[in-house]
């Protein structure tokens, strides 16, 4: 095998070797297992080798003597088909079929890398590594069988052939046990509570060097529209989902919350035993629960405690109403992250003879999966400890527990097993009920599932925090945009913290406040620009217990941070009196966005025209439509959207028609599946544009149902038109979340052409939209 | 309080120990080890533990025990066999048959995550039960406006669940 060596300078030459050593049981015999190497590098702490590592357990691949292929990846499906692109991506490099392969996910005793499950960039560019060094081990293989150079080989669906004879890939290895190790780099997990996210990072192992793969023009598995493994198990009710594990002995636990964010414990409701003979009240601090062999009992009598139990009252929060004020009274210092030349725009905005400035903003908002927070755990005497989990971060979930628990990492199993999207929740590996029932076994010595309420899951998981961005720029004499700053302000975005450890006073991870600047430019055109981001701690952050803790949700920061950029430019286009596609294509020459802007455009049968319509009003019983665009580059994918909105001024009711969204993410590795994720995208864009609010008084939460807390219907739903572009020379770009993003300010632009009134706040309540069209001076057309 | 209850479900008879007001998604869950239904709100707001009894949807996270006593329950787990009986399917193609919502939501690669797909299931085995073809209006007004509250998906599956309800129904009806 030719000897390569990646740009740090050091070999990463795979290695295949016969393994003598490994026992494999049942018919399976031999087999070619996949397995991973750190380069010897001196100096770098990440060269830990696991201890495992020569085990057939935690081989990344295996082709067995049967012609079955097994893969098994830290990372885990999350409903956005995941599973299928990846056995795609490996079937393609491998030429096999998708169908032969068998995924293992997210168990962290028999997957190899971890990461976290959000990312197809970094985990198909492994997979496609994984799947390129082997097929060269095989091509080797046969070549040896058949006494014949490795170009003399073709290779179809598995079977090798040359000289008039074929091997299927299961006789290549039959009868031997080959270990083929590839070089990897990146930390195995630890525990390490000050990093923030109590794990080293987000994408595990990554693969090294640059074995030959597959042309894209010779694909033939990639780009079809393959099934998605799980689905018919879904549908039949044979999964076995997180929710569905049960272990003997096991005790079904039910939480009583404090009454606030900030509460303290003040005494314990009694138990009726003679109402709730096997139940029993677990209490440590401030964490309490009510467990039971039977989980209506365990139900039942945690309300029953409930009603009892007394807790300190705390008030550390604003109000949802005062929110925006809040931020604004922050002392703000430097910001957390900053981006172009401070200097410069200054200047040129300060000379300016136009300039445009506004104020976006939106509330708090909720992940608010289907299924609330649901985990099971086994912690035993001798300090295993075994989680069962829907987490996004297997390896990350485990570190959390072994600092929880104070055990070492060693002693920890997670499993994982589908369950309600997350939505990015459990990106860090926390947050969760997986704490509280890990807590709750290690106190009573038994298995412990627990199941949070929608209620509790409302109110005690993280949330995406509410924001504030001040944007401005100067235009040039035909109305382009010469300079731009813009100044983001938020919260703490990245707080992994277990509630469960956090009420009992148990070790937690640490979370770092701060901000990022997740926009992606797509505007090249504008020369000067600066971007900062600021972000303070959690709201009640000096409460005994949590205050309102922030995380990450669906295309974190660019979803808040492109709403701003796309409203402003938006806003500049109508300043401008030019169309709005039109202006965004005075802005760039990037060739891939101008391609899906005018593919979208096309599909939408868009007439140029600037915003708003000459029609628009704001006051009326009748309905009046409006349209509007946004853009954005994300994860080297291009997506254009079109809104197209209907406004009942005298109702304040806004309803989005019809949605039209276009995407070029490189090469599309499933265009069905792909179909399906920017569908649903819209959806939950359409829901954020429109309903979604996270409402709390001074000590809690209180949109705590689905009647309080509102996301989107099916008779809500707008048509979607779904545009795609699939590019061969641009690899693969994300697709899976985003379409969300891209809906809030094209409904937002959609609006101002309707009624002729700038919508900055989000959601466009019925309540919000009156308000702002009584209040707001109109936009003379 | 545990009394023995008898109860049907998916064509077999059960007898279950549990006191009357137990929510039927616990019996089906726990005693019958049956988790095509599942726990979303638990205040039925969602739809997540949609079962049919006697035909009808129900939402088995409020209705007691008591409630279904004497009746027929069917989750997503004896739907293929509700289809075989309803087209007098023999043995062996009834065991390699789906109903054909299931068969659609297949076809229509629908879920997301999945979660909410059950119930999302149960809601078009009825619809279609009513209405052989209904318009899409109907089907947004079946998912959204019948009570006790529309059927939800946080994934944002819906234009994928029309899709697989307008297949459905031409397969049935075929």
Redo the contacts between chains.
């Keep these: 095998m030719v000897v390569k060596t990646d740009r740090s300078g050091f070999s990463i030459t795979p290695t295949l070797t016969r393994r003598g050593f490994v026992t494999l049981g049942g018919a399976l015999g031999g087999g070619l297992f996949v397995s991973l190497q750190f380069p010897a590098l001196s100096g770098i702490a990440a060269q830990v080798e696991p201890a495992s590592t020569t085990s057939h357990l935690v081989s990344w691949l295996e082709i067995r003597q049967d012609n079955t292929i097994l893969v098994r990846t830290g990372r885990t499906e999350?409903?956005?088909g995941m599973s299928a692109y990846y056995a795609q991506v490996i079937a393609e490099e491998l030429c096999v079929q998708p169908e032969s392969i068998t995924l293992l996910m997210g168990d962290t005793d028999s997957t190899p890398d971890g990461g976290y499950s959000a990312g197809l960039l970094s985990g198909a560019a492994n997979l496609r590594k994984v799947g390129a060094y082997t097929y060269q081990a095989l091509l080797g293989l046969a070549a040896d069988k058949l006494s014949v150079p490795v170009s003399a080989l073709s290779v179809t669906d598995g079977v090798v052939s040359a000289a008039g004879k074929s091997f299927r890939y299961g006789e290549l290895v039959q009868d031997q046990q080959l270990d083929l190790k590839i070089p990897v780099s990146g930390a195995p997990p630890k525990v390490d509570p000050t990093s923030g996210i109590g794990i080293a990072g987000l994408d595990g192992l990554v693969v090294l060097g640059d074995p030959p793969t597959k042309p894209v023009s010779q694909y033939k598995v990639v780009g079809k529209s393959h099934?998605?493994p799980?689905?018919?198990g879904?549908?039949?009710?044979k999964?076995?989902?997180s929710?569905?594990v049960?272990l003997p002995g096991m005790l079904h636990a039910r939480m009583v919350r404090p009454a606030t964010l900030g509460s303290t414990l003040i005494s314990v409701g009694a138990l009726d035993k003679t109402?709730f003979p096997t139940a029993q009240v677990i209490t440590k601090q401030n964490l309490v629960a009510v467990l039971s062999p039977?989980?209506?009992e365990a139900?039942s009598a945690a309300r029953s405690v409930a009603s009892a139990t007394k807790w300190t009252e705390w008030s550390g929060l604003p109000g949802s109403e005062n929110l925006t004020q809040t931020l604004r009274a922050y002392k703000w210092g430097a910001p957390s992250q900053s981006r172009g030349k401070a200097a410069d725009v200054n200047t040129a905005l300060a000379h300016a003879s136009r300039t445009i400035s506004a104020t976006y903003e939106q509330p708090y908002i909720k992940h608010?999966?289907?299924?609330?927070f649901?985990a099971v755990a086994d912690v035993r005497a001798d300090g295993t400890a075994t989680v069962w989990t829907h987490s996004a971060n297997s390896q990350g979930l485990r570190a959390q527990i072994a600092n929880t628990l104070s055990v070492p990492i060693e002693k920890v199993v997670v499993r994982w097993l589908?369950?309600?999207?997350q939505?990015g929740r459990t990106t860090f590996g926390g947050d969760g009920a997986e704490g509280d029932a890990a807590i709750l076994s290690q106190l009573t010595g038994k298995p412990v599932r627990v199941?949070w309420?929608?209620q509790e899951d409302l109110a005690w998981s993280a949330s995406s925090p509410g924001w504030v961005e001040d944007i401005t720029c100067s235009l040039d004499g035909r109305g382009c945009v010469t300079t731009l700053r813009s100044a983001f302000y938020s919260l703490q975005s990245t707080d992994a913290r277990i509630v469960g450890a956090i009420l009992a006073g148990m070790p937690c991870s640490q979370s770092k406040p701060g901000y990022w600047i997740a926009t992606e430019w797509a505007y090249d055109k504008i020369e000067n620009r600066l971007e900062e981001a600021y972000g303070m701690p959690n709201l009640g952050a000096d409460s005994p217990t949590t205050g309102l803790r922030g995380n990450i949700m669906r295309t974190p920061g660019q979803r808040q941070q492109n709403f701003a950029l796309e409203s402003l430019m938006n806003e500049a286009a109508s300043c401008a009196g030019i169309d709005p596609i039109q202006f965004r294509l005075l802005h760039t020459t990037d060739q891939r966005l101008i391609d899906i802007i005018h593919a979208t455009a096309r599909a939408a049968a868009w007439e140029p025209r600037p915003a708003p319509h000459p029609g628009a009003r704001r006051t009326g019983v009748q309905p009046l439509n409006g349209r509007g665009v946004a853009i954005m580059i994300r994860e080297n994918s291009y997506w254009m959207g079109i809104a197209e909105v209907e406004v009942t001024p005298e109702t304040g009711v806004v309803r989005v028609t019809k949605f039209t969204l276009g995407l070029d993410c490189g090469k599309i590795i499933n265009p069905?599946?792909l179909e399906?994720?920017m569908?649903?995208?819209?959806?939950?864009g359409v829901?954020e544009a429109l309903k979604e609010e996270l409402v709390f008084d001074k000590g809690k939460i209180t949109s705590t149902?689905?009647?309080r807390y509102k996301?989107?219907?099916?008779?809500?739903?707008p048509e979607?038109k779904v545009v795609q572009l699939s590019r061969d020379d641009k690899g693969f770009g994300g697709g899976s979340e985003g379409a969300n993003a891209v809906c809030p300010p094209a409904i937002a632009a959609a609006f101002f052409d309707a009624t002729g009134v700038h919508a900055r706040r989000i959601p466009l309540t019925p309540a919000y939209v009156t308000t702002l069209l009584k209040g707001q001076p109109p936009v003379r057309s | 309080m545990a009394d023995q209850l008898a109860l049907s479900v998916n064509g077999a008879s059960h007898l279950v120990s549990a006191s009357p007001d137990t929510p039927l998604l616990y019996v089906l869950r726990n005693e019958l080890k049956l988790s095509g239904p599942r726990m979303g709100c638990g205040i039925a707001q969602c739809g997540a533990c949609a079962v049919l009894v006697d035909g009808a949807e129900v939402r088995s996270c409020i209705a007691p025990l008591s409630s279904v006593a004497g009746k027929q329950v069917t989750t997503i787990e004896g739907l293929a066999q509700v289809w075989a009986q309803k087209k007098g399917l023999g043995e062996t193609e009834a065991a390699s048959t789906l109903h054909p919502v299931q068969q659609a939501w297949i076809d229509e690669q629908v879920p997301q995550c999945g979660y909410c797909q059950s119930g999302m299931i149960i809601a078009a085995v009825e619809l279609l039960d009513r209405n052989q073809n209904p318009t899409l209006p109907e089907i947004k007004d079946a998912f959204t406006n019948k009570p006790p509250s529309p059927h939800l998906c946080r994934c944002g599956t819906y234009a994928a669940i029309i899709d697989a309800v307008q297949l459905a129904a031409k397969t049935m009806n075929a």
């Design positions: 999350i409903g956005t099934p998605m799980g689905i018919p879904k549908v039949t009710g999964t076995q989902w929710c569905d049960i109402r039977n989980e209506w139900v608010a999966p289907i299924g609330p649901v589908d369950h309600a999207g939505f199941q309420t929608l069905r599946q399906r994720c569908k649903s995208g819209v959806v939950m829901s149902s689905w009647s996301i989107l219907t099916m008779a809500e739903m979607v």
